[in-house]
């Protein structure tokens, strides 16, 4: 019924491939994993947690090459808000971190997640990462 299309696109420049930079999917994935756990660095130092700040900024400055702008303003928010949010962050963290192999940010991601559900349920977890 359709006939294929035998001709170049008119709408494609020729060296339009050249025209911006690529990445490769790693880099990518590094930078979603990265801007994920700055977020979560951001919630965690809002809520206090400075060792917990501390292992998050390291890999933020592995994967950037550079240490991680530390979060200056407050929210105001409800602890409780913090950590559904940083439970949300931790577990976007994971997911991007398991993609990518990367065993010591997905650890860490899954521990921060485990330590938000603590907190949410009112406990306190000891020596979460």
């Known amino acids: 019924m359709y006939e294929p299309i035998r001709t170049k696109s008119v709408h494609r420049m020729a060296d339009d491939d050249h025209a911006y930079p690529h990445r490769s999917r790693e880099e990518e994935l590094d930078i979603q994993l990265a801007g994920h756990l700055a977020a979560l660095l951001a919630v965690t130092d809002e809520l206090g947690d400075t060792e917990a700040g501390e292992l998050i900024a ?38 991007v971190a398991a993609s990518r192999a990367d065993t010591a940010a997905a650890i860490l991601a899954a521990g921060r997640m485990d330590a938000h559900t603590a907190a949410l349920a009112g406990e306190t977890l000891v020596g979460a990462p």
């Open 58 to 95: 390291r890999q933020v400055a592995r994967l950037r090459g550079a240490p991680p702008a530390r979060h200056a303003g407050l929210s105001g928010s409800p602890a409780r808000d913090l950590h559904h949010k940083a439970h949300a962050l931790a577990g976007r963290a994971l997911v």
